[in-house]
């Protein structure tokens, strides 16, 4: 018995192709939460160095000052990448320039890591 109707090819996603893509997307959204804290901490660096320095008082601030302005600032926001001390202090054009360069490590799964280099600045 033949019918006369051509079978139609299925669509749709099969489950093991379920499975490989819901896999591959909780992966990527593991790896994007253990990344964005780090993100997060260079962000508020930034603002804090940008805010120092647009402070009225700053331009007439000595090294010191400088420093323990931003150590006040990173014990409020819970900054823990740098301190201080880290931080580069120049004159650009009559106006401070801070900036500052760390490393954070970032485990992943096992023995492996994400290693990412941050140099925030106040411009």
Known sequence: ????????????????????????????AISGLRIAPAYIEFSTIQKNLTAIVKDTNSQNMDLNQIRLSFN?????????SINGQDIKINKENGRI??????TTKIPLIANLSLTIDFEPTSD
Do not use: C, F, P
């Not at 019918?3 to 896999?23: A, E, P």
């Not at 320039?97 to 760390?102: D, N, R």
């Open 1 to 28: 018995m033949r019918h006369g109707k051509t079978l139609q090819k299925q669509k749709g996603i099969s489950l093991s192709g379920l499975l490989v893509w819901s896999v591959i997307l909780i992966l990527t």
């Open 72 to 80: 006040r600032r990173a014990q409020i926001d819970n900054i823990k």
């Open 97 to 102: 320039v801070l900036s500052a360069e760390y």
